[in-house]
């Protein structure tokens, strides 16, 4: 095609120079077969002067080299190539088009120039900023940023170093991540690193300890991200924060629980907590001892999983009032004990309040269950004498019989000896006798009130009777009467197997009339003292113990040492002596044990019995 032929295509000027940007047609030598406008302001020469010249030197050489080498390719493969270069102080974006004849050869090229130099700058621009920033973050960060080869060195550091740790970032460059680290933590964080590097992509957590320049060790907690495999990075990011405050704080908080739950467990009383999902969040020492359950099998159970409680309806009942924020009462709970049977437990409860809502319900309880090592065992159809001034070791031992399974008649001269509260759930039977009285649960003579026990016995299994205020009826009746009474009532107890408790005020009693009395009652086992005899030192010992008690001074086996100059092994043998004998019980306060002087020890003391 000549020169004259290809300028008189109209069609074909026509569109190239209606092209936005520079368009060439080329063969495959490089000539100039056409161009439009555009073109030849780039190149700075006219239309005219372009055609039949080659484009080569007009070109930087080594940009030409390249789009040479592009052109080769496109002959071969017969595709469009898109390609972005830098040329003559301009960035172009250029796309070679081959120009295929009939015979599907690629004969030369059509070419498209595009000045994207604005374009590039505003997006290096934007990749500077964007660097900035980044650096920015990093340089301003108080976390450490750290990135490592695959073989543990360091080959970057971010600026808090210095701050953190103390090291300039030249002093940490091309050592070993495992350095400084704490010798007890050190096989974990090389586990650690072995891990993260062993795996693309992971990030995992790490709490360790590494020494500063100054050789203090801090907290850190670092979080490894694997980009060995990014070819932009090709390391281990380990991004680290300084935690020893919050370590420091970890410890103070759990130093603190420990002295807490020492001081719970060192307490007397029976203490549990329980959460609003109603389950037990604490068990203490006390209630262990007191039940034989472990906290293992209650802390984290629900009250009704672990059944422990005989009134659980009455205690999820009171739970869900006070988390509703109403009132509720709750003064007992009768508990199933793996020692001693059922036990009841006073209850004193106290909220644990959060953001003003109750969290926790604390319960400080007594156990107020009639003990054995206190009374001893007592024997079904027998009638037993509580040889007391006041009524309390008589309410005592009927109370334990009661939560031994035992149904009760009390019968005193009036209701308001006993307090009300003192029985709670377990509702003995209550007789009064009054000389003037009437009406239910009163009777005003002796033939009156056998009526009343005979029917009560005759109908209730397992009856346990107390009579409290014998000397009313005696002054009433006369001892004789009274003494016949007893006799009938006793029979009656043993043929069905009861067990009556009559209380005797001796100082109202003649030595006749407590001869009568202990010929046909047998005495408490607590107060059996018959064949009780006891040498010197060991009633000394007693005698010391029952004044400390007298003085509520608590009576250790220190106290002991100390007061008779003796030696903790002499001291512990005498203790265990009138512990054998039931003359002094052993009380656990925290972790100290204290004696007590029971009434067996000091009917004892009363008598003066010693060799």
Known sequence: MSKKQIMKNEDLVSLIDNYPGGMVVINLEGKILAANVTLGRIFNLSREKLIGISGYPYVEKAVGKHRGKIMENIVRDKKTVEIVDYERGHWWKTIFV?????????????VYFNDITTEM??????????EEYYISLIENSTDLITVVDKTGNIFYESPPLEKMLGYKISERLGKKTFENIHPDDITRV??????????????????????????????????????????LINGLIINSRDITERQNDRKKISKQKRFLDDLVNSASEIIFTVDRDHKVSLWNAAAERNTGISKTKVVGKKLRSINLFENISEFHEYLNHVFAGKDGFLNQLVVKSNVGGKRLWSVSPSMVKSDDVISDVVFICHDMTFKDEIHGRLIPGRGYLVSEVSADSLFDVFKGLLHSGWNGLCITRNLSDVDPDYFNDLQPTMLMFSSYGSGKGVVSSLDELFDAIEVFVKETKNAAMCLNRVDYLINQFGFDRVLNFLYRVNDLMKIKQGLFLLRVNKTLFSSEQISFLQEEFSVLPSQQIQDVYLEDVLYNLLGFIFRENETSSLVSQRNICNHFGIVKVTAQKRIENLLKKGLVISRKRGRSKFLHVTDKGKELLHQRKTI
């Open 121 to 130: 700058k505003k997006e290096e621009r934007k990749l500077i900023n964007q």
């Open 190 to 231: 090389k586990q650690y690193f072995k891990e993260s590097i062993s795996q693309p992509g992971l990030t995992n957590k790490l709490t360790y300890r590494i020494k500063d320049k100054n050789g203090i060790y801090h907290y850190f907690e670092s979080v490894g991200n694997n980009q060995i495999h990014n070819p």
């Open 98 to 110: 081959p120009n295929i004849n009939s015979s599907n050869n690629v004969v030369g090229f059509f």
